[in-house]
């Protein structure tokens, strides 16, 4: 029995090598069962897709794959598969990520969002709704990451200041060291000067225990200390929540979105009715309901709202501590100081970027892009021209006296953003993800495995588009949950694109409700980088992250068909079959060659 127990923790020890091994293995008989070039292909599809849910590999790493195996196994020549990981799409994220770097070196960020605290108030649930609105609105442009590990530590102040709490202080320098771990874990890069505050267990891993609150027994009764425990969760978890949800509101907020982008772009070429203009134009009234239902089921879960609880006066020590937290706010914003030159000029060229962005091409009017030969500018053009300003623009305020003071020093002026930092901060394995999804699609396009999957799909043509669209979005959301929502989109949308035009349905109205899908991951602490940074905090269970985040997985199917079948059938014409898809349909649903599988001769 002792040795059986020694060979399986010896199996568990080396599970990541052994999945490496077996899981090529067992999926070798696809190659030999199906057509020859679409065998192999969807051969090379699940071995990524086991080893990005499994994480048998890193994800980068697993989404350089094609690079190997397309050329070795005939599907695509090398330098067709290369070039997908430098798209234009690429380059309009990396250009997100690059002005997200500069808004966190200036902390435009903090300031921000210490106003929009000042000016919502101090009460709990107007705090949470202030966290939710702030940190979705920063979501829209830095990752979720970033959001949740700046907004996280504010909110943590200023529930002491209300409550009173002293916690046991960890040392600052391990305590670093646990976040900057448990970040990398998930992929991402860190934000150190936000991290640090965060709580975490040793050795970076989250227990599934409670912090207990320090609040004094004599001066509180215990429904009032249940009280604070519920609000402290509230706040905390409505954070990761509103991150998630934030992302979804423009085209570089989260990964997934731009996987839509190139893929519709390598599916679809004739596709051009999906850009940052249309998309925000879609996606932000969905985010605002969905942060307004998402506020309202967390204030009733954790803080009770009640019509009679509004007309109560509030007792002494609830109105002295917010007067403590709206202090605390103030000094926290008056801590950042006066508005520095360079906080003007990033927050400038940010608007500069989204206001560029948005107008390029909003499909209602004519976009300053109609000025420019029709096809040559994208939004990657907009948002690196931007960036490349950030590289050289001053952080200092110029003076025209300097260039005539000839005693004047004459130090280097610093730009709004050096190359450095920008290494430092940028996640550049999301841009190898992103091109490893755009390698899987074309190959998947190339090798016919597309049409053969819109083959198998005949039993679905029956099914009303409505049904399809909820039952897709519920089957997205919870898969998402044990997934990274990169990989899934990546493996979802070939299938969705393919059963749409089975359906005879335009293919947004499916592939937009799998994109944003798989971005609402609430239920448990690994579903995303952000909820594994809240549950981290050790104040919340896994119990409480599936209370609340079932009802909001499923708000957010029901927002999402909403959604698709009023505002966004105008916005995407979504109420036709295209033209495009009819040549993308055209090239599918020709009858597959009847040749026998002529694998093993090939190789």
């Known amino acids: 029995m002792a040795a059986l127990v020694a060979l399986a923790q010896k199996a568990w020890s080396a599970r990541q090598l052994l999945l490496l091994v077996l899981v090529p293995l067992v999926l070798l008989p696809l190659v030999f069962a199906l057509p020859p070039k679409e065998g192999r292909c969807l051969f090379v599809v699940l071995v990524m897709a086991v080893y990005w849910c499994t994480e048998a590999l890193p994800l980068a790493v697993t989404a350089l794959l094609p690079i190997v195996l397309f050329p070795f196994l005939g599907i695509l020549p090398s330098n067709q598969v290369c070039s997908q990981y430098f798209l234009d799409t690429n380059f309009l994220f990396l250009s997100g990520l690059v002005m997200a770097s500069a808004i966190e070196e200036w902390n435009l960020h903090r300031r921000i969002a210490l106003k929009v605290l000042i000016l919502v108030g101090v009460q709990p649930t107007r705090l949470i709704l202030g966290m939710m609105v702030t940190t979705a609105f920063l979501s829209m442009w830095l990752s979720n990451t970033a959001s949740t590990a700046m907004m996280l530590p504010i909110a943590s102040a200023i529930l002491k200041s209300l409550f009173g709490q002293k916690e046991l202080q960890k040392d600052p320098g391990r305590q670093g060291e646990e976040n900057a771990a448990a970040v990398r874990r998930n992929g991402l890069h860190t934000v150190p000067t936000e991290m640090q505050f965060l709580a975490s267990t040793e050795g970076g891993h989250a227990e599934e225990s409670e912090v207990q609150l320090d609040l004094p027994a004599d001066s509180m009764e215990e429904e009032e200390k249940e009280y604070h425990k519920n609000v402290w969760k509230g706040f905390l978890i409505s954070i990761p929540y509103s991150a998630s949800i934030g992302g979804t509101a423009t085209l570089t907020g989260t990964a997934p979105n731009l996987i839509l982008l190139g893929q519709l772009k390598s599916f679809f070429p004739q596709c051009d009715v999906v850009n940052f203009g249309s998309w925000f134009i879609f996606a932000f009234p969905l985010m605002l309901l969905f942060l307004l239902v998402g506020w ?104 025209f006296k300097w260039w005539f003071d000839f005693k004047a020093p004459t130090t280097k002026t610093e730009p709004l953003l050096s190359w450095k930092k920008a290494q430092e901060t940028v996640p550049w394995n999301i841009i190898l993800l992103l091109g490893g999804g755009f390698a899987m699609a074309k190959g998947c396009e190339e090798s016919g495995l597309s049409s053969w999957i819109g083959g198998q799909l005949h039993p679905l043509e029956h099914v009303p588009p409505v049904l399809a669209v909820l039952l897709i979005t519920i089957v997205i959301s919870f898969f998402t949950e044990f997934a990274s929502n990169t990989a899934t989109i990546i493996i979802f949308l070939p299938i969705l694109a393919e059963l749409a035009i089975r359906l005879r349905v335009h293919p947004l109205y499916l592939m937009i409700p799998g994109t944003v899908g798989c971005s609402y991951a609430f239920m448990l602490p690994v579903s995303t980088p952000p909820n594994s940074i809240a549950f981290a905090s050790g104040h919340l269970l896994v119990k409480d992250m599936v209370r609340t985040g079932l009802l909001m997985n499923l708000m957010g199917v029901l927002l999402l068909s909403l959604a698709m079948n009023t505002w966004a059938q105008g916005i995407f014409q979504l109420g036709t079959f295209p033209d495009w898809a009819n040549i993308h349909e055209a090239n599918v649903t020709a009858p597959p060659p009847t040749s026998a599988n002529d694998t093993v001769r090939t190789l």
């Open 296 to 399: 309202l089921w967390i204030s009733f879960l954790y803080v009770g709202i009640s019509f009679r609880g509004w007309r109560k006066k509030k007792s002494e020590l609830r109105a002295d501590a917010e007067n403590k937290a709206r202090a605390l706010i103030q000094e926290e914003f008056q801590n950042l100081g006066p508005t520095k030159f360079a906080e003007q000029a990033v927050f400038i060229l940010f608007c500069a970027f989204a206001v560029l962005l948005f107008s390029r091409d909003p499909k209602f009017i004519p976009g300053w892009a109609s000025f420019f030969t029709p096809g040559f500018i994208s939004d990657a053009v907009t948002g690196v021209t931007i960036v490349i300003i950030l590289f050289f623009f001053p952080s200092q305020k110029p003076s």
